[in-house]
């Protein structure tokens, strides 16, 4: 069974920096592709990035120079590390993990595997 949890979520003022991690149990993150989505309240969830190997990337156009995802093999995370957060960033964050060889995806209908989230508010 795949579980999937978030942590490094928090409160930080607009410009602030925080680093998300997802940690996988019953599953290589290495395997296939991994996503971070977002929701905020009232909207729906939204693709932020992905990844599939350390050069296979994909981000939002909304978090692009500033979002950077990254994986650890050894500790089988995979990590959103976020600088310049605006208030629009506030949402909670999911991670979200795909079959087994799959390439990475934008879209949240090809995820089968989902973390609880974790709160990411961003003050003015």
């Known amino acids: 069974q795949v579980q999937l949890v978030e942590s490094g979520g928090g409160s930080v003022q607009a410009g602030g920096s925080l680093r998300l991690s997802c940690a996988a149990s019953?599953?290589?993150?290495?395997?296939?592709?991994v996503g971070w989505f977002r929701q905020a309240p009232g909207k729906e969830r939204e693709f932020v990035a992905a990844i599939r190997s350390g050069d296979d990337t994909a981000y939002a156009d909304s978090v692009k120079g500033r979002f950077t995802i990254s994986r650890d093999n050894a500790k089988n995370t995979v990590d959103l590390q976020m600088s310049g957060l605006k208030p629009d960033d506030t949402a909670v964050y999911y991670c979200?993990?795909?079959?087994?060889?799959?390439?990475?995806?934008?879209?949240?209908?090809?995820?089968?595997?989902w973390g609880q989230g974790t709160q990411v508010t961003v003050s003015s």
């Open positions: 979200a993990v795909r079959g087994y060889w799959s390439p990475l995806s934008t879209s949240a209908y090809d995820y089968p595997y």
């Open positions: 019953g599953r290589t993150l290495g395997n296939g592709g």
